[in-house]
């Protein structure tokens, strides 16, 4: 289970510019570092995250829960931030086709989601169904 599977996709298509990929590179690493000691996630949880997997524990759905608020793809009341667009944004004119699925892979987890009231719950679901579209429209083998 990616941390951030619109992020990690989009530092997985080669056309993007280097210097974006890196910079969404170091910011995933940054995040997911603070963002599992913050949550006191276990090593399991990690191990689960590092395997593209659902963490076990509530606290390593909340290490999702905290990567979506550092990039703006969620806020701390759990509404859905710009974060998504500001990143996709930086990489439609490398790849307009990309950006085009991934928004409307963004919308539709949206709204599968946007009724669940724990944050932790809401960020992972999120997470899952992003992966879950992205393998259906064809792009799992953008995720790493």
Known sequence: MNILVFICMLVGVKALDQSLVELMQAKIQEYGMSCSAQENASEDDIAALLEKRMPPSHEGKCVLFCGAKKFNI?????????????????????????YNKLMDIKRKCEVKVEHLSDLCEKAASLADCSQQESRKNGLDKYLF
Do not use: C, I, Q
């Not at 859905?80 to 990309?98: H, I, M, R, S, T």
């Open 74 to 98: 969620m806020h701390e009341d759990g509404s859905f931030g710009e974060g998504y667009v500001e990143w996709l944004n930086k990489a439609e004119a490398d790849d307009p086709d990309f």
